[in-house]
């Protein structure tokens, strides 16, 4: 199983989840919101080569931690993937919009002249200017949309761009979100929790929790959850070797 996009950091025991990502044998991509998390949250998955950590800075966060931007530079050679980052449109995240846009414009900048990044990108209400930043900046990796909740026509956009989408229950589990699954290539699909954020049955969601979003999305596709697994293998394969320079 695949757990593309997971605030491991943030369980109240950080290092039971572990343990148990470890015996359940599940891939994790473990995000980060605050680059003065990496040294920390790399550290939890340091002999876990199942878990991998991704250096970010969450939108919601871009004020208050735009003086950490010299550290996001700093730690960025150590790591083939970037994640939490992106912008957000919400109301409460709007009066500090342009600092928003100035750190994912930096972000996106430095990953560029690494070489490129495999990134896990946050878009909520503001799929467009997402798309739009990523289309201004070539050369900084390979995007990943994460819980996208945008229109067909962005979605479409998000396609032509080289988007890749990881998909969740919250998603899974309405109208709107499987008719957006539906419309994504196949081979550019994966799965995420999104935990402890995301829930299950009231419950922070947990890696082990997004086998219930592979099946939905059996269901979803109309294929059985052997050939979903597999199909989800060869996608993470394909993503990671997307990235070469690292
Ligand atoms: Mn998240």
């Not at 150590?78 to 750190?103: A, M, Y």
């Not at 479409?156 to 539906?182: H, Y």
Request: glycine fraction near 8%; include cysteine.
């Amino acid at each position: 199983m695949i757990d593309l996009h997971c605030h491991v950091d943030l369980y109240p025991k950080p290092t039971d989840v572990v343990s148990k990502i470890v015996n359940h044998d599940i891939f994790v991509l473990s995000v980060t919101t605050t680059p003065s998390a990496w040294p920390g949250t790399s550290a939890l998955a340091k002999s876990s080569p199942m878990i991998q950590t991704a250096l970010g800075l969450h939108p919601q966060l871009a004020a208050e931690r735009i003086r950490e931007l010299p550290l996001f530079d700093r730690y960025l050679p150590e790591t083939k993937w970037v994640g939490e980052i992106g912008l957000d449109g919400s109301p409460e995240n709007r009066s500090f919009w342009p600092t928003q846009q100035k750190v994912f414009e930096h972000i996106l900048n430095s990953c560029a002249r690494v070489g490129g990044r495999i990134m896990s990108i946050h878009s909520r209400r503001a799929s467009a200017q997402v798309i739009d930043t990523i289309n201004r900046i070539p050369g900084a990796g390979t995007p990943i949309l994460h819980w996208f909740s945008g229109t067909k026509k962005e979605l479409d956009q998000a396609i032509g761009c080289g988007c890749w989408f990881s998909v969740g229950v919250p998603m899974l589990a309405s109208k709107k979100g499987c008719d957006l699954v539906l419309r994504m290539p196949r081979d550019r699909v994966l799965t995420e929790t999104d935990g402890p954020f995301a829930e299950m049955n009231g419950k922070p969601a947990f890696p082990w929790d997004v086998s219930a979003a592979v099946g939905l999305l059996g269901k979803v596709w109309n294929v059985e959850q052997d050939a979903v697994e597999s199909l989800l293998g060869t996608n993470l394969e394909n993503l990671r070797s997307s990235i070469v320079s690292f």
